[in-house]
């Protein structure tokens, strides 16, 4: 399909290797198992596999289709045309690596941009080149500070209202360790807020990770206990949506030493999951600490400024074994997209959005919670989400909203057994007043049958 | 010459996008404690945005510009009907947590992709969650480790690795708790089996092979090597990263091999985007199923007369856990579903047929001028030595350095570890004889000019964007972030 | 290559410098060459820490190669040479000197007697192609 060679050409080369047919090229493979019959579909066409493919995404309904109210760590967010289009540059998409900065100063100039950008976002020193999501970001976070200590502080302390795919991802990465998770047990009150924390943090942890603004979209200050966490040794990772930062402090100013997050809001199509984009900073003191890849600024042989993978000698290809993590790749193109997304928006764009959504959010949250039948879960600052307590089950109020060409918010009693009846909800610039109204309409229809 | 960050093309008050007024009533804002007083991102018109990345692009070598020979990364061409497919509305903007009933096609398509991989590789069980190879990696040895576990068999504390592996594998097996001991090879580049027996005992718990190994050869005792790890009670990973080779050619499940991961962004032409994303399936045999990552894609209801089957996410009875946020990488799934459905059985052989086929032929054109450790029928790829007896002071860092000025992006080098100087060339079968051809009078022009005029390789290149880059400076004195003049941190 | 006649040295190429019950330790002239530029020192123990033979005395990064320095004795740690972190590249241009990384009092002298002295460590690093 894609191999350019005629039957001509193939015969010239395996003249030119010394062989007959091509079969004589895998003789080391053992006879018993070679050229296996495979059951696969016969071979189509471009314009065949363009109507095939097309049918699997019409069999969707997608947020073009259908008003949606989800978010729960991935959001429906605009995405300026100017982005995809440099994306499809084959320059950017169909490039490797860029370990020869001669003929890559492309993608390494955009990931030194990148890292710029998130630095500035999250007000900490040093962004690396991203990790896969913000779930593996929270894993390496863990696996850092467990490093940072040599292995002498077991204990991570993690807030119950951390995203619960992050608590499920970070806990898979690290079973080969032994270490110490609390924090976030069954028990865990949900309405103490961080100082709930304080009490567990002891001289043998090394991290405590918190979630800005929190799985229920909660936004507060972790000042304080970023302060009592360093009084007894220990790191503070907090894990952010990005969009949020447009509006809130940012968590540099608080005080934290790492910030992860999920970088998919800053233009990157929710796309069924992914691929997205997990950003990871940290304060300068840690920057050799860092996991996955790091651009740095030098100069080259002609005395001109130029980009370069630096650090390596910290990475699994070099130092084996003894590396902290086996990262290879980045999520290069998504931090490309993103690093598109923060510079057309800029300090303007960016605050306009974020206000957007905020201000949304809090109109359809006071409208929810006047609805006979739904109050709001928590008393607390919030930015795009929050918890409204419904009269049903959520799963059964869904199915209704979903016969309304509604997708309803995340059903938290999924994740959280003491939250029955509870619906987180994610009201993003993309929803509008109408929608709103209507996502109000049918769930007071709801109440009263 | 170099561009202007993106910093230093603001010009306070653009603006590039700009959004709606706020349709409802604008709520009051949290008290000013909370709020962020400047947020200290970049001002650009829309026009400047676009012209700064594409001068920015136009510093790449890109496998559209030509041949990208990097041994062990598979840089074949990137098909453009695949970006066309991942971006289709009905993908791009569906939510992961959306009902199963309204992402139907999503689930079948992936649903549709395991069952593939699994017919390709020989395999009884896929996941399509682990994000890249690596993380691919992580979830077969904890997946290997789990195995053991669920036995009560725990004295299992050891992984061997060949010297011809890949480089991550000693990390991914340390991440997940385990001791690793290496494993020489032989002076044909199998796996010594010799050395084998002797450090297979009941503390092992796998061996992570790579097959074809990093030298492109395939090993001449697979199924002996195989047979005395599972005798020992450990379980074998196959590195998939070579799967290019020997696709419809030998299945790694048929041979025993015990769990492997795919690269996507590899065999199944997704593209490499400068670095990511990609994404790493895994695919196990029977006894290991139950061990697969949380959730894979299975059928929740079965297809009626009436009805298709129902979807849905499924978690295996003994799962390692979840790797990631939601169910993997869509966009790259998509992509790959689109190669195999426009390959079929015959046309993915032929994919691995014509990439062995290329690098065989290229080492035909140039063997003679350069050292060929091993003098075998290679697979995909094949590594030569950087350096010749009769030159001092050349390198294959320079041969690299020097492919630039002709256009060429270099062979990956320095890797694997086991031979000098090492030169690792993977052409893929997306080449043409043509560009094979110019490529092979190129490396031998380049061994010509290593003897007569050595210092052109030593100063190379000289006609890239930029001349070599002071890596010791970025290193010492670092440079991370732009976006406020900082003390070098130390 | 240096390698002076009064330093003893470990067959991972740290050198021991013993006065009175403090030995001094640091990386030899031809560790420092195989790992070509240091770009980054870390020492591993602190001052008052009692550590062991065989543990991590340091962490050394180049830009294409890491290594670990060990602890070639044991004691109790006295000093440790935190300029380093500053001036990485020391480790190349005074490996003997001012690239020092650590003092230690010694609890078990003999392990020092153990050591190779420099001309048995002179014929071991020319075995290794030197």
């Known amino acids: 399909m894609f191999t350019p060679h005629t039957e001509t050409e193939k015969k010239e080369m395996l003249n030119a290797i010394g062989v007959q047919k091509l079969a004589d090229l895998f003789q080391d493979v053992p006879a018993k198992y070679r050229f296996p019959h495979l059951n696969l579909p016969d071979p189509l066409t471009e314009m065949e596999v363009a109507a095939e493919v097309g049918h699997f995404a019409s069999a969707n309904e997608s947020t073009r289709d259908l008003v ?3 978010g729960a760590g991935a959001y429906h967010h605009y995405i300026p045309a100017a982005v995809d289009s440099l994306l499809r540059r084959g320059e950017f998409f169909t490039a490797y690596t860029p370990y020869q900065p001669e003929i890559s100063q492309g993608t390494l100039q955009a990931i030194f941009e990148y890292q710029s950008l998130i630095a500035a976002l999250t007000g900490m020193d040093v962004s690396n080149a991203s990790h896969y999501d913000g779930a593996t970001a929270a894993a390496e976070a863990v696996i850092m500070a467990y490093h940072n200590f040599r292995g002498k502080r077991p204990r991570m302390v993690l807030s119950p209202s951390l995203n619960p795919q992050y608590r499920a991802t970070l806990r898979t990465y690290t079973q080969g360790y032994n270490l110490d998770l609390v924090g976030d047990g069954k028990d865990a009150d949900l309405f103490a807020g961080p100082d709930g924390l304080i009490s567990l943090i002891d001289n043998n942890t090394a991290l405590v990770m918190v979630q800005y603004p929190d799985f229920f979209g909660r936004v507060y200050d972790y000042t304080q206990l970023a302060k009592k966490a360093h009084e007894m040794g220990a790191l503070v990772c907090v894990a952010i949506n990005p969009t949020a930062l447009g509006l ?26 992914g691929p997205y984009l997990g950003i990871f900073a940290v304060r300068k003191e840690f920057a050799r600490k860092i996991s996955g890849r790091l651009v740095g600024e030098s100069v080259d042989s002609r005395g001109n400024r130029a980009f370069v993978l630096t650090l390596t000698a910290r990475e699994q290809h070099i130092r084996r074994e003894k590396a902290s993590s086996n990262i290879c790749s980045n999520q290069g193109l998504m931090a490309l997209a993103s690093t598109i997304y923060m510079s057309l928006l800029g300090k303007q764009g960016f605050r306009q959005m974020a206000e957007l959504c905020y201000h949304k959010a809090h109109y359809a949250a006071e409208k929810l919670a006047a609805i006979p039948g739904y109050s709001l879960c928590f008393n607390s600052i919030y930015f795009h989400e929050f918890v409204v307590c419904c009269p049903k089950p959520v799963a059964e109020i869904n199915e209704h909203l979903l016969e309304h060409g509604i997708i309803g918010g995340f059903d938290l009693s999924e994740e959280y057994p003491s939250l029955p009846n509870h619906m987180l909800l994610a009201v993003t610039e993309m929803n509008s007043r109408e929608e709103i109204d209507l996502l109000c309409e049918v769930l007071a229809e709801v109440s009263h049958e | 010459m170099s561009e202007k960050t993106i910093f230093e093309l603001s010009s306070p008050g653009r603006q590039g996008v700009r959004f709606p007024a706020p349709d409802v009533t604008p709520a009051e804002l949290p008290d000013e404690s909370l709020i962020r007083a400047d947020l200290p991102l970049p001002e650009l018109a829309e026009v400047d945005v676009i012209r700064h990345f594409t001068a920015l692009s136009k510093l790449n070598y890109c496998v559209d510009s030509g041949l990208y020979p990097l041994g062990s990364c598979t840089m074949k061409y990137n098909p453009r009907i695949n970006e066309d497919m991942a971006r289709l509305p009905g993908f791009a903007f569906t939510h992961p947590l959306q009902p199963i009933e309204t992402i139907q096609g999503s689930l079948a398509l992936m649903f549709q992709m395991q069952e593939w991989l699994k017919e390709i590789s020989g395999f009884e069980g896929v996941t399509l969650e682990p994000a890249a190879g690596a993380q691919g990696e992580l979830v077969g040895v904890l997946i290997i480790r789990a195995y053991h576990q669920s036995r009560g068999d725990t004295k299992r504390t050891k992984i061997l690795i060949p010297d011809s592996a890949h480089g991550t594998n000693p990390a991914t097996s340390a991440m997940s708790g385990f001791e690793v001991l290496p494993v020489p090879s032989d002076a044909r580049g199998n796996v010594d089996l010799e050395a084998l027996k002797a450090v297979c005992d009941d503390t092992l718990a796998g061996l992570m092979l790579t097959n074809p190994n990093t030298l492109g050869l395939f090993d001449e005792h697979v199924l002996e090597l ?20 020997i696709m419809g050619v030998v299945r790694p499940g048929d041979l025993g091999i015990d769990v492997m991961h795919f690269n996507l962004h590899k065999t199944f032409s997704t593209p490499h985007g400068g670095g990511g994303p990609g994404s790493g399936p895994v695919g196990v045999a029977k006894h290991l ?30 799962t390692i856990g979840r790797i990631k946020s939601f169910a993997g990488h869509f966009g790259v799934i998509v992509r790959a579903y689109t190669y195999v459905l426009m390959h079929g059985a015959e046309g993915l052989r032929d994919i691995s047929e014509m990439a062995v086929l290329n690098a065989n032929y290229l080492l035909s054109k140039i063997r003679h001028a350069y050292t060929l450790p091993y003098n075998r029928t290679c697979m995909h790829e094949f590594v030569l030595e950087g350096v010749w007896p009769d030159v001092a002071d050349v390198h294959a860092l320079d041969i690299a350095k020097r492919l630039m000025d002709y256009d060429y992006h270099p062979p990956t080098n320095y890797f694997p570890l086991i031979v000098h100087e090492a030169l690792m060339i993977e052409p893929t079968e997306t080449e043409s004889k ?13 061994a010509e000019e290593a003897h007569t005029t050595p210092e052109l390789l030593k100063e190379a290149p000289h006609k890239t964007p930029i001349g070599r880059v002071d890596e010791v400076r970025a290193a010492r004195d670092l440079v991370l972030c732009c976006w406020i003049p900082e003390e070098p941190v130390k | 290559m240096n390698i002076p006649a009064e330093l003893k040295f470990t067959k991972t190429d740290e050198w021991v ?56 004795v044991s004691g109790k740690v006295t000093a440790v040479n935190a300029a380093l972190a500053d001036k990485p590249e020391t480790v190349n241009t005074d490996p003997y000197g001012a690239a020092w990384m650590l003092k230690i009092e010694l609890s078990n002298p003999a392990e020092v007697a153990a050591l190779m002295d420099a001309a048995a460590y002179e014929a071991f690093c020319k075995e290794r192609g030197h």
Do not use: C, R, W
């Open chain 3, 17 to 72: 410098k013993v006065e009175g019950n403090i030995a001094t330790i640091g990386v030899s002239d031809f560790a420092q060459e195989q790992l070509s530029d240091v770009v980054f020192v870390e020492i591993v123990p602190g001052v008052g820490e009692t550590v062991k033979a065989g543990g991590a005395a340091a962490t050394l990064e180049s830009v294409k190669a890491a290594a670990d320095v060990n602890l070639p």
């Open chain 2, 226 to 245: 195989i047979d005395i790890v599972h005798k020992a009670g450990g379980l074998v990973y196959g590195d998939g990263a070579n799967l290019n080779a």
């Open chain 2, 289 to 318: 199923v139950d061990f697969l990552p949380d959730p894979v894609v299975g059928i929740i209801e079965d297809a009626t007369e009436e009805m298709p089957p129902l979807y849905g996410f499924v978690t295996p009875a003994k």
């Open chain 1, 248 to 273: 809130f402090k940012s968590p540099g100013e608080m005080g934290a030493d790492i910030v992860i997050g999920e970088g998919q809001p800053l233009g990157i199509p929710l796309s069924f999951g």
């Open chain 2, 434 to 446: 043509q560009t094979l051809d110019a490529f092979a009078e190129t490396l031998l022009k380049i």
């Open chain 1, 68 to 70: 949606s109210f989800l």
